[in-house]
C-alpha cells in the first residue's frame, strides 16, 4: 500500500515514567520496535489530515495514554483507552515470551519454532485487540498496530 505521507509517525516516545528500565536485551527490544515503527507506519487520527505526527506513550491510572502531536509539537488529539481488553493478552505474551527465552538454551529449533508460532499468534491478537480499540480514533494498519502492541507490552514491562 502506498505511503501517505502526512498520515505517518515521525517519531515516538514512551513515557519514562511509565516505564521500568530493564535489560540491554529489552531494552534493545524496544529501540527496536520504535525505530521499525518510525520507518515504516500508517497512522491518522480520524477527523485530522495535519500529519505527520509524533506519538507519546504512557501508562496513567491503568490507563493507555496516546499524546498525538503535529510533528511541529502542536497538539493534536489525546486517547485514553481502558487496558482492560488488553490485560489478559499482554499478560499471555509475556509468559510466551518467557517460555520462548527458556527454549532458546536448551530446546530443539522445532520446539523453539512451536513457542515462536505460539508467540506471534498471541501478539497478532493483541495487535488486533489495540486496532480495536483505536477504531473511531485513530486509523492504523496492521503493521502499525503490531509494532504499538510491542511497545504497549514495553509500558508494562516490570522485568
Request: hydrophobic letters at 40%; one cysteine or more.
Amino acid at each position: 500500500m502506498a505511503q501517505n505521507n502526512s498520515a505517518r509517525l515521525v517519531a515516538v516516545e514512551l513515557d519514562e515514567g511509565s516505564i521500568l528500565r530493564s535489560t540491554p536485551d529489552v531494552e534493545h527490544e524496544r529501540a527496536v520496535a520504535i525505530y521499525d515503527l518510525i520507518e515504516e507506519n500508517e497512522f491518522e487520527p480520524l477527523g485530522d489530515a495535519g500529519g505527520p505526527y509524533r506519538l507519546k506513550l504512557s501508562l496513567v491510572e491503568k490507563r493507555l495514554v496516546f499524546l498525538v502531536e503535529r510533528e511541529e509539537g502542536d497538539p493534536v488529539v489525546t486517547h485514553i483507552l481502558s487496558l482492560t481488553p488488553l490485560r489478559k493478552v499482554v499478560k499471555d505474551y509475556f509468559l510466551i515470551c518467557e517460555s520462548y527465552f527458556e527454549a532458546i538454551k536448551t530446546a530443539t529449533p522445532s520446539q523453539i519454532e512451536a513457542i515462536d508460532m505460539g508467540r506471534r499468534g498471541v501478539h497478532n491478537e493483541g495487535s488486533r485487540i489495540l486496532m480495536e480499540r483505536l477504531e473511531g480514533k485513530i486509523r492504523v494498519d496492521m503493521q502499525t498496530a503490531r509494532r504499538l502492541f510491542t511497545l504497549v507490552c514495553a509500558l508494562h514491562w516490570k522485568g
